[in-house]
Each structure stands twice: as structure tokens, then as C-alpha cells.
């Protein structure tokens, strides 16, 4: 379903059915990103598989992993939600993962473990693999010469987990708004078929210099600024952490990264430097500097 159906809404009815049966211990909740596992309350799959998301380094696992098979082997039931944004070398490693945790034969999808995805299509795609809709029959026409790379191979055979699912229910109903114009903006959108009536809607939301007398005033001071890049985002946080602390007549405070290699601090000055200096992007969103008011 489309956003706004009631998805994360049955995720939570879902858990709140295994807490009052108490039978928490058969579900795991999964998903792609950070913000999506916090939303369901549960961890990243990037977590689960042990590595982080720009890591090649997969998790080592081998029969008789009793930490993995302790995990795993009251879970009957694993929800993975924004399915958008899982690809299929993703889950080819968290299939491979619970099937030797669960001591079945590897050619049982999941291990058995009976698996629910939530999400949209329609929505953002994995980064740097191939969605779970690829349809390799296309370019298999193209490629008939080449040899599959072992990557290619365990992508079909994750596409040919998804091509198993059994049941498919499409929530319609949209409980996020009642607005029947913007509704009809937001479905042509989804299909890239949005018109110049689409447009004009959208520019009755643009806040115009003769609407808005300063940004310092209530309530644009507190609104929330949308930028493309992180480097930005966290100039802008600083600049906030500052001016807050001047409006209350404190002095913020500066957390800074302790960083280590091989379990040594790192004591070069410039080195230092240079990481704290690094965009959070590449340290898997732990800032070096962090102000606190």
C-alpha cells in the first residue's frame, strides 16, 4: 500500500498481538534503514547481519554458530518493512543467514521462518542493488554469452524467494488525510503523471515574502529546514545549537569523538583533525563535534 494506508499501523497491531498472547519471542522486525527500524521498533538488517552499510566484509557464519542459533530458534515470524528499499543481495545474505541459524535445508526459503514484507514499490529503491521487482528474464535476452557473476547468481535466487510469495493484501483506504484534490496530486505523482493543475496546488504551500514578516518569528523559528546534503544539515544544526544557547544566555557545550585504532587512541593532531572534520556520511552518521545546549 501507497503511504498513509496503515502499514506501520499493522506492524504495531501485529506486535501488539504477540506481547498480549506472549509469544514475543516467535517475531522479529526488520528493516532497511535507521529511521524504518525505529519506527516499528525494531533493527536495521544491516545490524542483524553484523555489518555496517557501506561494508563489503559479510557477517561470518557456520553451523553450530550458537549465539545465531539461540537468536533464532523461537522465531517463526520475521517482518520486514519499506521492502522498496531492500535489494536482493540484501536478502539473499539474510536468507542465507537464518537458514544456517535455523539448521535446515538451504534451499527452504527463510529457513522456514514464515516472512511478511511491508512497503511500496513505488517508493525509494535500494541503494546499490537491485530491487526485489528485477526481472532478470529481460536482461538475460541481452546477456545470453556472459557467465553469471556469483553477485548475479544470489540475486536470482533471492528474486526467486520473492516470486514464491503466497499472499498478497493491498491496503487502499487513506487514513493519513481526507483532502480528495491533494489524494488525486499524490496518486498521479506516484505513477509520474502529475499535471500543471498538480503544480499550482503545490505553490498555493510556498510561504512568500508578503506571508512571512522574519524566519526568526514563531513559527517559522522552530520549522523544520529540508536540505539535500548532510554537510548542510549539520552547518545548520550548529548554527541552531549556537543562537539557542545565546537566546538563553548559555554557553553550549561540544561533545568530541574519541577515536581509535586497533583499540589505541589516535594521537596525531592533524589526523585528529581531519576526522573530526568528516562529514557524518562517511562515519556512519556519528558526528565528530556534537553541540549541546
Not at 536470482?156 to 489524494?183: F, G, H, P, W
Request: glycine share 6%; net charge positive.
Amino acid at each position: 500500500g501507497c503511504g498513509g494506508t496503515g502499514k506501520s499501523q499493522l506492524i504495531r497491531a501485529l506486535t501488539k498481538y504477540f506481547l498480549v498472547t506472549k509469544r514475543m519471542q516467535m517475531m522479529k522486525k526488520l528493516a532497511p534503514t535507521g529511521i524504518a527500524a525505529a519506527e516499528i521498533d525494531g533493527m536495521t538488517i544491516h545490524s542483524f547481519l553484523g555489518e555496517q552499510r557501506n561494508s563489503r566484509k559479510p557477517r561470518t557464519i557456520k553451523q553450530g554458530d550458537s549465539k545465531l542459533e539461540k537468536e533464532w530458534r523461537p522465531v517463526e515470524y520475521l517482518l520486514i518493512d519499506e521492502m522498496s528499499m531492500v535489494g536482493l543481495t540484501l536478502l539473499a545474505k539474510l536468507n542465507r543467514i537464518i537458514s544456517t541459524a535455523k539448521h535446515v535445508d538451504p534451499q527452504v526459503p527463510f529457513g522456514g521462518v514464515n516472512v511478511i514484507f511491508f512497503g511500496d514499490y513505488l517508493q525509494y529503491r535500494p541503494v546499490f542493488d537491485a530491487p526485489l521487482h528485477t526481472d532478470f528474464t529481460l536482461s538475460s535476452k541481452s546477456k545470453s554469452c556472459k557467465l553469471p557473476t556469483e553477485k548475479e547468481i544470489q540475486q536470482r535466487v533471492a528474486r526467486s524467494l520473492i516470486l514464491q510469495i503466497n499472499c498478497v493484501v493491498k491496503l487502499t483506504q487513506q487514513m493519513r488525510t481526507e483532502d480528495s484534490r491533494y489524494l488525486q496530486l499524490l496518486e498521479r505523482l506516484r505513477h509520474g503523471q502529475c499535471n500543471y493543475d498538480d503544480y499550482e496546488l503545490l505553490l498555493t504551500r510556498v510561504v512568500g515574502q508578503p506571508s512571512v514578516d522574519s524566519l526568526c518569528d514563531s513559527p517559522w523559528n522552530k520549522a523544520p529546514i529540508l536540505v539535500f546534503r548532510n554537510e548542510v544539515r549539520t552547518q545548520l544544526n550548529n548554527k541552531a545549537a549556537i543562537h539557542n544557547a545565546a537566546q538563553l544566555g548559555r554557553v553550549p557545550m561540544v561533545c568530541v569523538a574519541q577515536d581509535t585504532c586497533n583499540e589505541k587512541p589516535i594521537e596525531d593532531p592533524v589526523l585528529i583533525k581531519k576526522l573530526l572534520e568528516l562529514s557524518d556520511s562517511k562515519t556512519e552518521h556519528l558526528p565528530g563535534l556534537l553541540p549541546f545546549v
